[in-house]
């Protein structure tokens, strides 16, 4: 079992900043890779951003592209999310997952996540 714990949202103006963090205990941290995902009310979950297990690689879904980045510090068992520019649509719970190392993944594929976290909530107010 991996245990998953987010923190940092909060309440910020459009064109604002939030760092959120996810927590990892219970495996080996560098067994998975992790992402980030969204919920906004009445929608879908989506795919934000997701990052392997060295940090070497990183994807993002395109409407975060060039403001957000995930990164991770192994030693630290935490993975990040840096949001930058935000915009009232980035209004939503945030969630991190964890998705056991594969050959050939699929991070867009919330299937592909094994674990996840309590979420966390995002308001940009415009």
């Known amino acids: 079992q991996v245990q998953l714990v987010e923190s940092g949202g909060g309440l910020v103006q459009a064109g604002g900043s ?5 927590a990892a205990s219970g495996r080996p941290f560098t067994s998975y890779a992790m992402g980030w995902f969204r919920q906004a009310p009445g929608k879908e979950r989506e795919f934000v951003a997701a990052i ?3 940090g ?10 060039g403001r957000f980045t995930i990164s991770r510090n192994n030693a630290k068992n935490t993975v990040y ?3 930058n520019s935000l915009k009232p649509e980035d209004t939503a719970v945030y969630y991190c997952a964890a998705a056991h190392n594969r050959i050939k993944p699929n991070w867009v594929d919330s299937y ?5 976290g309590q979420g966390t909530q995002v308001t940009v107010s415009s």
Do not use: I, P
């Open 81 to 83: 999310l840096q949001m």
């Open 18 to 22: 939030l760092r959120l963090s996810c």
């Open 52 to 54: 392997n297990w060295s």
């Open 112 to 116: 592909e996540y094994e674990y996840w």
């Open 56 to 65: 070497g690689t990183t994807y993002y879904a395109d409407s975060v592209k």
